[in-house]
């Protein structure tokens, strides 16, 4: 079992900067990559950004050159740093962890809402 939690959403102005967090805790050792979705009202869910554990990333390419994926494995966290943030990115954003054996386990999510 790994358990999930989100945190750093919250409202922020067109060209703004956000930096969600993600915790994770249990067996840690099972994780073979993390990585952010994000689902708007009214659409499904879509992936976001995703690293391994050799720290290989990607994006999709709506957030490439604005949204970076890092982790701190002292801290077993994953961050999504954003910036340049828009309108469209609004959304609850969640977390994701793909173990061994592919199974997925996902945090609460967090809202992000782009608006002046």
């Known amino acids: 079992q790994v358990q999930l939690v989100e945190s750093g959403g919250g409202l922020v102005q067109p060209g703004g900067s956000l930096r969600l967090s993600c915790a994770a805790s249990?067996?840690?050792?099972?994780?073979?990559?993390m990585g952010w979705y994000r689902q708007a009202p009214g659409k499904q869910r879509e992936w976001v950004a995703s690293?391994?554990?050799?720290?290989?990333?990607n994006y999709v390419e709506s957030v490439k050159g604005r949204f970076t994926i890092s982790r701190d494995n002292a801290r077993d966290t994953v961050y999504l740093q954003m910036n340049s943030l828009i309108p469209g990115d609004t959304a609850v954003y969640y977390c994701?962890?793909?173990?061994?054996?592919?199974?997925?386990?996902w945090g609460q999510g967090t809202q992000v809402t782009v608006s002046s």
């Open positions: 994701n962890a793909l173990v061994r054996g592919g199974h997925n386990y």
């Open positions: 249990g067996s840690i050792f099972s994780i073979d990559a």
């Open positions: 690293i391994t554990n050799t720290g290989h990333t």
